[in-house]
């Protein structure tokens, strides 16, 4: 069965409004990975973070690992209509050959 | 840059044809996969190879076969069409976990409608 799953499935903001969308996994991870794919694209990657506890950012955006390196978080900061898309967490389990993806999290973004 | 490419973004076919999904990476990469994407469902793991030759089934082999005889392409085969497969068809590739990353690069996707 699965095991990464992502929170929210879709989330509606106005612009200027915080977002954060969570990923968890019942099983220990080496990394997380986040993506981005914009409407009518492909994912593209955005971040890996390996570190239990680790944080990075990326201008609005902010990535977390958790420190049992089971869930991860993004959120972003005063969303931007160029913020708009499906946001995918990947996570590669211990001694798994393949990350294993969530079901993304849809960002819509009202001006 | 990693480019991954993909022989169609766009494909018609008919009922019970066989079709031919083609992508290549100018990586070297060792990982390839094959994913499909429909509204509301993520991404679903077709098929993935490690390495020329060999295959593992993803979460949805079922009705798909694939083929890696060179280590830049690697093909997906729908031997009968049907039309639940009409969807999106991503393919991506990586270097092997071991190098301690798996970062996966997709190509542009194929919009595959089976009538």
């Known amino acids: 069965g699965q095991q990464v799953m992502q929170i929210p499935q879709y989330q509606h903001v106005q612009e200027g409004e915080d977002f954060t969308t969570y990923c968890n996994s019942s099983t220990t991870l080496s990394n997380i990975q986040w993506y981005k794919q914009r409407p009518g694209g492909h994912p593209v990657f955005l971040i890996q973070l390996v570190k239990s506890g680790e944080v990075k950012k990326q201008k609005r955006l902010t990535f977390q690992f958790g420190e049992a390196k089971k869930n991860s978080s993004l959120h972003i900061t005063a969303t931007q209509t160029t913020d708009v898309g499906t946001y995918f967490c990947a996570g590669l389990l211990t001694n798994a050959g393949k990350s294993t993806f969530g079901d993304g999290t849809t960002l819509t973004v009202k001006p | 840059d990693v480019k991954v490419t993909q022989s169609s973004r766009y494909l018609v076919k008919r009922t019970g044809e066989k079709v031919f999904l083609e992508c290549v990476q100018d990586m070297d990469h060792e990982n390839m996969f094959w994913y499909r994407q429909d509204p509301g469902l993520g991404l679903r793991l077709i098929y993935f190879?490690?390495?020329?030759?060999?295959?593992e089934k993803g979460d949805i082999p079922e009705g798909y076969s694939v083929s890696r005889e060179k280590k830049e392409r690697f093909s997906l085969i729908l031997e009968s069409a049907s039309t639940n497969q009409t969807s999106m068809y991503l393919c991506?590739?990586?270097?092997?976990?071991?190098?301690?990353?798996?970062?996966?690069?997709f190509g542009p996707g194929t919009r595959l409608t089976v009538l």
């Open positions: 190879s490690y390495d020329v030759k060999m295959k």
């Open positions: 991506a590739s990586s270097l092997p976990s071991p190098s301690g990353k798996d970062t996966q690069y």
